[in-house]
Nanobody
Framework: QVQLVESGGGLVQAGGSLRLSCAASGRTSTAGWFRQAPGKEREFVAR????????YISDSVKGRFTISRDNAKNTVYLQMNSLKPEDTAVYYC?????????????????WGQGTQVTVSS
């Protein structure tokens, strides 16, 4: 069992930045970030491979968000810049040991509790 603990959410004005962190208790193959706004489905944001460090960012946040990992700290980061009100959501860290596209929630075995990000206009 792998536990994931997110931190770094909060309230920020439009155009501002936040960095989310996700500390993992064990190693998996891939870690990802998803978000869920009120009344909407949970959507993929970004993912990173622990070993190779390869990343993929959703088109909806490309150019504004970056994902990275620190293997020594077993921690994944989501740097969010130029935030918009539509980025407001609960952000979840997820991890898996399985292979796949990693764009879907069902591909992940472990989930954090979520951290709220609110962007005011």
């Amino acid at each position: 069992q792998v536990q994931l603990v997110e931190s770094g959410g909060g309230l920020v004005q439009a155009g501002g930045s936040l960095r989310l962190s996700c500390a993992a208790s064990g190693r998996t193959s891939t870690a990802g970030w998803f978000r869920q706004a009120p009344g909407k489905e949970r959507e993929f944001v970004a993912r990173v491979s622990w070993s190779a460090g390869s990343t993929y960012i959703s088109d909806s946040v490309k150019g504004r968000f970056t994902i990275s990992r620190d293997n020594a700290k077993n921690t994944v980061y989501l740097q969010m810049n130029s935030l918009k009100p539509e980025d407001t959501a609960v952000y979840y860290c997820a991890a898996t040991r399985k292979s796949g596209s990693y764009y879907n929630t069902y591909e992940y075995d472990y989930w954090g509790q979520g951290t709220q990000v609110t962007v005011s206009s």
